[in-house]
């Protein structure tokens, strides 16, 4: 079944050291995005991939950084990990960006920072 | 920056009962989305809604849009225990256009039987 994945699906890090959560897909979406989910809080966009254009949102953190080598896989760096970064980061997934496009989400990495 | 409530925030029902939720937004919206995400999993998309005043349903879920396109709503009739998770309305295209979602602040619903 085409899908999104996510590993690790938890991750635990310590205070400063750099993580990487990955994300592959096999829907062959032009979109993927990544978003930070807080405990009992909504999904927040931190930035997104059209293709190999990437789309950051004004107010994520340069402690955030990403990558999409190929179109299936789509990487989520935190350079210096606070412990305000605990949380699920959730990779998800869209034909393309028409306001109509569904989104399609993948199980989530949940980050401990210790 | 935009935001999109929902209320109530928690809602504790017994099995059986009806439950709704009310997504309200200060600008129009060219469409809707829904999303369910049970504990400790992830968003799982519903339905969209794009006309002004479209219902929609699905089993035991009604979906409405408001006329004026600024409001949306989900009901459940007759809860189970399956239904049990955080909905959430994510109406696309609030920051920058496209399909941007922002979500609303969610409505987390507990069956108890």
């Known amino acids: 079944d085409a899908m999104v994945i996510q590993n690790p699906r938890y991750q635990v890090t310590q205070f400063g050291k750099p993580v990487t959560l990955s994300c592959s897909q096999t829907?062959?979406?032009?979109?993927m995005y990544w978003y930070q989910q807080k405990s009992s809080q909504a999904p927040k966009l931190l930035f997104h991939?059209?293709?190999?254009?990437?789309?950051n949102e004004a107010d994520t953190p340069d402690n955030f950084q990403s990558r999409r080598p190929n179109t299936s896989f789509c990487f989520l760096d935190i350079r210096s990990p606070g412990l305000g970064d605990a949380a699920m980061y959730l990779c998800?997934?869209?034909?393309?960006?028409?306001?109509?496009?569904?989104?399609?989400f993948g199980p989530g990495t949940r980050l401990t920072v210790l | 920056g935009q935001q999109v409530m929902q209320i109530p925030q928690y809602q504790h029902v017994q099995e059986g009962e009806d439950f709704t939720t009310y997504c309200n937004s200060s600008t129009t919206l060219s469409n809707i989305q829904w999303y369910k995400q049970r504990p400790g999993g992830h968003p799982v998309f519903l339905i969209q809604?794009?006309?002004?005043?479209e219902v929609k349903k699905q089993k035991r879920l009604t979906f409405q849009f408001g006329e004026a396109k600024k409001n949306s709503s989900l009901h459940i009739t007759a809860t189970q225990t399956t239904d049990v998770g955080t909905y959430f309305c994510?109406?696309?295209?609030?920051?920058?256009?496209?399909?941007?979602?922002?979500f609303g602040t969610g409505t987390q619903l507990k069956v108890e039987l």
């Open positions: 809604l794009v006309k002004s005043g």
């Open positions: 829907l062959n979406h032009n979109v």
């Open positions: 998800a997934t869209s034909r393309a960006r028409q306001g109509t496009d569904t989104q399609y």
């Open positions: 994510a109406p696309p295209g609030l920051t920058g256009g496209g399909n941007k979602l922002t």
């Open positions: 991939y059209y293709d190999k254009d990437f789309n």
